[in-house]
C-alpha cells in the first residue's frame, strides 16, 4: 500500500510540474537551456500553498568556462552597460550611495573602490585570482564574517562586497524575518562549485522567505548573498541566439527616456566565456 501511495504522488509530481519542497514551497521543473559552453538559463515558476507567487530567472555559470568581470562609471542602462562591455549576461552589482559610489568595497580589474571596511556588509562575491594558484576557486562567495578578509592583499581581481548572506555554507540562513518585499537578485554557488544569478519577476519575496525558498529548492545552493533589490534589480541576457531581459515587465520602462534614469546602474557585473 506504502509503494502505491509513493507512485501515486511521484506520478503527480510530473504532472503538476511543480517538485513539492519543504514547507508551503513548491516550484517547477527545472529545464536548463544551453547559452554557451558552461553557461545556461532556467526560468522557474514559484509557488506557495499551490498559488503561483513570483517567477525566477536563473543563469548557472561553469566558472571553469566563463569569467567575470566588475564594472563602474556613471550610471547607464542595463542594456547599455551589455552593449559597452559586450557581455552575455549582465546583472546588477551591489548597493550604491547618492553619488552613485559602491556603499561596500569593490574590485574592478583589480583596482578597488568604495569604502574599504563597512560594518554592514556580511558577504563578498569574488572572482578571477591573481596568478595561477590552485588553492582559489575561479569564483566564489566569502562569508566576511567567519573568513579572515585583507583588502590591501586581495588575491582576486574582482569582487563585489553585499548583505545580508542569505545562506551560508553550513544552510545556516543569516537574514532576521521582515514584511519587506521587493525584486530581488541574488548571486549563489551551488554544490557543483557553478555560480548562479538568480533575478525575482515580482516585487513578492522577503529576504527571510527568498532565504527559506533557495534552501528547500533544487537548485542545490551551498552560499547565498543578496546583491542590491527594487528597480536595480536587473539581469539582462544577449547572445546570437536569445535575448531576455528580468524582470521582463520592466523591458519597455528601461527603454524609455522618461523612465530610464530610475533603472541606471552604477555598477554591474558581466559574465564572459574564457578565452583559450
Given at each position: 500500500?506504502?509503494?502505491?501511495?509513493?507512485?501515486?504522488?511521484?506520478?503527480?509530481?510530473g504532472c503538476w510540474g511543480t517538485p513539492l519542497l519543504a514547507g508551503d514551497w513548491a516550484h517547477?521543473?527545472?529545464?536548463?537551456?544551453?547559452?554557451?559552453?558552461?553557461?545556461?538559463?532556467?526560468?522557474?515558476?514559484?509557488?506557495?500553498?499551490?498559488?503561483?507567487?513570483?517567477?525566477?530567472?536563473?543563469?548557472?555559470?561553469?566558472?571553469?568556462?566563463?569569467?567575470?568581470?566588475?564594472?563602474?562609471?556613471?550610471?547607464?542602462?542595463?542594456?547599455?552597460?551589455?552593449?559597452?562591455?559586450?557581455?552575455?549576461?549582465?546583472?546588477?552589482?551591489?548597493?550604491?550611495?547618492?553619488?552613485?559610489?559602491?556603499?561596500?568595497?569593490?574590485?574592478?580589474?583589480?583596482?578597488?573602490?568604495?569604502?574599504?571596511?563597512?560594518?554592514?556588509?556580511?558577504?563578498?562575491?569574488?572572482?578571477?585570482?591573481?596568478?595561477?594558484?590552485?588553492?582559489?576557486?575561479?569564483?566564489?562567495?566569502?562569508?566576511?564574517?567567519?573568513?579572515?578578509?585583507?583588502?590591501?592583499?586581495?588575491?582576486?581581481?574582482?569582487?563585489?562586497?553585499?548583505?545580508?548572506?542569505?545562506?551560508?555554507?553550513?544552510?545556516?540562513?543569516?537574514?532576521?524575518?521582515?514584511?519587506?518585499?521587493?525584486?530581488?537578485?541574488?548571486?549563489?554557488?551551488?554544490?557543483?562549485?557553478?555560480?548562479?544569478?538568480?533575478?525575482?519577476?515580482?516585487?513578492?519575496?522577503?529576504?527571510?522567505?527568498?532565504?527559506?525558498?533557495?534552501?528547500?529548492?533544487?537548485?542545490?545552493?551551498?552560499?547565498?548573498?543578496?546583491?542590491?533589490?527594487?528597480?536595480?534589480?536587473?539581469?539582462?541576457?544577449?547572445?546570437?541566439?536569445?535575448?531576455?531581459?528580468?524582470?521582463?515587465?520592466?523591458?519597455?520602462?528601461?527603454?524609455?527616456?522618461?523612465?530610464?534614469?530610475?533603472?541606471?546602474?552604477?555598477?554591474?557585473?558581466?559574465?564572459?566565456?574564457?578565452?583559450?
Open positions: 500500500m506504502a509503494v502505491r501511495i509513493f507512485a501515486f504522488f511521484l506520478i503527480c509530481w517547477s521543473t527545472l529545464e536548463w537551456r544551453a547559452l554557451g559552453q558552461g553557461l545556461g538559463f532556467a526560468e522557474i515558476k514559484v509557488f506557495r500553498d499551490e498559488e503561483r507567487v513570483d517567477t525566477l530567472a536563473v543563469v548557472r555559470v561553469d566558472p571553469a568556462n566563463n569569467a567575470f568581470r566588475v564594472f563602474h562609471h556613471a550610471p547607464q542602462s542595463i542594456t547599455a552597460w551589455q552593449k559597452e562591455s559586450g557581455a552575455p549576461v549582465v546583472f546588477n552589482a551591489s548597493y550604491y550611495c547618492q553619488d552613485s559610489q559602491p556603499c561596500g568595497l569593490i574590485f574592478s580589474d583589480g583596482k578597488p573602490l568604495g569604502p574599504w571596511r563597512n560594518a554592514q556588509m556580511r558577504g563578498m562575491f569574488v572572482a578571477e585570482p591573481k596568478g595561477l594558484s590552485p588553492d582559489l576557486p575561479w569564483a566564489t562567495i566569502l562569508d566576511l564574517i567567519a573568513t579572515p578578509f585583507n583588502a590591501k592583499a586581495f588575491p582576486w581581481t574582482q569582487g563585489v562586497q553585499s548583505f545580508p548572506l542569505l545562506l551560508d555554507t553550513k544552510g545556516r540562513i543569516r537574514v532576521h524575518n521582515s514584511d519587506k518585499a521587493a525584486q530581488r537578485t541574488v548571486i549563489a554557488t551551488d554544490r557543483q562549485g557553478n555560480i548562479l544569478i538568480l533575478n525575482t519577476s515580482e516585487a513578492y519575496f522577503t529576504l527571510y522567505d527568498l532565504a527559506i525558498f533557495l534552501k528547500t529548492s533544487a537548485l542545490e545552493i551551498d552560499t547565498a548573498l543578496n546583491l542590491d533589490g527594487g528597480t536595480e534589480a536587473q539581469l539582462y541576457i544577449k547572445t546570437k541566439d536569445f535575448e531576455r531581459f528580468s524582470p521582463s515587465s520592466w523591458e519597455s520602462r528601461v527603454g524609455n527616456l522618461l523612465a530610464q534614469q530610475q533603472f541606471r546602474l552604477p555598477t554591474v557585473v558581466g559574465v564572459f566565456p574564457r578565452q583559450d
